[in-house]
């Protein structure tokens, strides 16, 4: 009877606590690299919404121009042109003149990306005036995207 006795406690016996401790570690190793990575992740995604808006935005400003053969009164309401809204981004048009415009998103602080300020222009300059904590790529003279400062 003894050796059954002794398979049955065998088969009973769950994990020590190395063997928990070690999963622990290692769940605790996965989080540490994952967590940034997707916060990372998550701030390139709101981007695409600014470089997106403003692509879109420059080309109806030329359609503006093609129509009036002037930018003065393109983002105002009723034009073709009118300054575009997001979640993510605040929208400005500034003070267009008859042959110049430029188009900034500024980030919405209470939407994760204060700091991100991206431009564009009538000649097609794209332009990060600045980025947000912890990213590179200030006075960019293209689209920040990542955040080693990469366009």
Same mark, same amino acid.
Request: proline share 3%.
């Given at each position: ?31 540490? $690299? #994952? !967590?940034?990575?997707? *916060?990372? %992740? ?5 981007? =695409?919404?600014?470089?997106? +808006? ?25 034009? $073709? #042109? !009118?300054?575009?809204? *997001?979640? %993510? ?5 500034? =003070?267009?003149?008859?042959? +110049? ?51």
């Amino acid at each position: 009877m003894k050796p059954e006795r002794s398979f049955a406690m065998k088969l009973a016996r769950g994990f020590t606590l190395v063997e928990l401790l070690i999963v622990v570690a290692i769940i605790g190793v996965i989080a540490a $690299i #994952a !967590v940034p990575q997707y *916060g990372d %992740y998550v701030t390139r995604s709101k981007l =695409t919404e600014a470089t997106a +808006t403003l692509s879109e935005h420059r080309v109806k400003m030329e359609q503006y121009f093609q129509d009036n053969r002037t930018y003065v009164s393109a983002c105002q309401a009723g034009s $073709i #042109a !009118v300054t575009p809204t *997001g979640r %993510y981004f605040a929208y400005d048009c500034g =003070t267009p003149t008859a042959t +110049t415009f430029t188009v900034t998103a500024t980030g919405v602080a209470a939407q994760g990306m204060s700091g991100f300020v991206f431009t564009i222009n009538q000649a097609n300059a794209r332009a990060t005036t600045t980025v947000g904590t912890g990213w590179s790529g200030d006075g960019s003279t293209c689209w920040v995207t990542n955040k080693a400062g990469g366009c």
